[in-house]
């Protein structure tokens, strides 16, 4: 009785190391795998604004969202803007913080930020650069000081942008397909 045990014991530690047997779905898209996310090839960087940057890792066309890399190397106000659906925010380098709320992002942090939230995203004097891991559902609406819109971003621009950017510094507007389901 226990060498049974023992031998169904091992049969199951072996089909755990045993990777998935059927075949996946026919449709089913590929996996977006971004082997070094904070790039050492500045040119992967896509200029947003001045001294700020974004680089992609998933633009998700389908669903409407986009996942990206945020780099500011300024302080001062980088925007104003409200999101309709939640985002998601992991700080890698540097902190932040938005007008309207007593906290700080700071490095090895998560944020949360609910549907209907507007803000102003603010970077302190004492940070040399800034870069955000963000997941942003939907379209940023970007507001003045009484929530009037002033220009928007969705996934469509973001790879507008991308495609652009990547034609104009040598790396063929075809590279940003690698980010886009």
């Given at each position: 009785m226990k060498e049974n045990m023992m031998s169904k014991t091992d049969e199951t530690r072996d089909e755990?190391?045993?990777?998935?047997?059927?075949?996946?779905?026919?449709?089913?898209?590929?996996?977006?795998?971004?082997?070094?996310?904070?790039?050492?090839?500045?040119?992967?960087?896509?200029?947003?604004?001045?001294?700020?940057?974004?680089?992609?890792?998933?633009?998700?066309?389908?669903?409407?969202?986009?996942?990206?890399l945020l780099k500011v190397r300024k302080s001062g106000v980088?925007?104003?803007?409200r999101h309709p659906n939640t985002v998601h925010g992991y700080v890698i380098r540097g902190k932040w913080y938005y007008l309207e709320h007593d906290w700080v992002a700071e490095e090895g942090g998560y944020v949360m930020e609910?549907?209907?939230?507007?803000?102003?995203?603010v970077v302190p004097e004492d940070v040399e650069e800034m870069i955000t891991l963000?997941?942003?559902?939907?379209?940023?609406?970007?507001?003045?000081?009484?929530?009037?819109?002033?220009?928007y971003e969705d996934v469509f621009t973001k790879?507008?942008?991308c495609r652009a950017h990547y034609a104009e510094?040598?790396?063929g507007e075809d590279y940003v397909q690698?980010?886009?389901r």
């Amino acid at each position: 009785m226990k060498e049974n045990m023992m031998s169904k014991t091992d049969e199951t530690r072996d089909e755990a190391l045993m990777p998935y047997q059927k075949p996946f779905p026919a449709d089913a898209l590929d996996e977006i795998v971004v082997p070094q996310a904070v790039p050492q090839d500045d040119r992967i960087w896509v200029p947003q604004a001045p001294n700020v940057w974004f680089r992609p890792l998933c633009l998700n066309r389908s669903q409407g969202y986009w996942v990206n890399l945020l780099k500011v190397r300024k302080s001062g106000v980088l925007s104003r803007h409200r999101h309709p659906n939640t985002v998601h925010g992991y700080v890698i380098r540097g902190k932040w913080y938005y007008l309207e709320h007593d906290w700080v992002a700071e490095e090895g942090g998560y944020v949360m930020e609910p549907p209907g939230e507007t803000h102003t995203l603010v970077v302190p004097e004492d940070v040399e650069e800034m870069i955000t891991l963000f997941q942003v559902n939907g379209v940023m609406s970007y507001v003045d000081p009484w929530g009037e819109p002033v220009g928007y971003e969705d996934v469509f621009t973001k790879i507008d942008m991308c495609r652009a950017h990547y034609a104009e510094v040598g790396l063929g507007e075809d590279y940003v397909q690698q980010f886009i389901r």
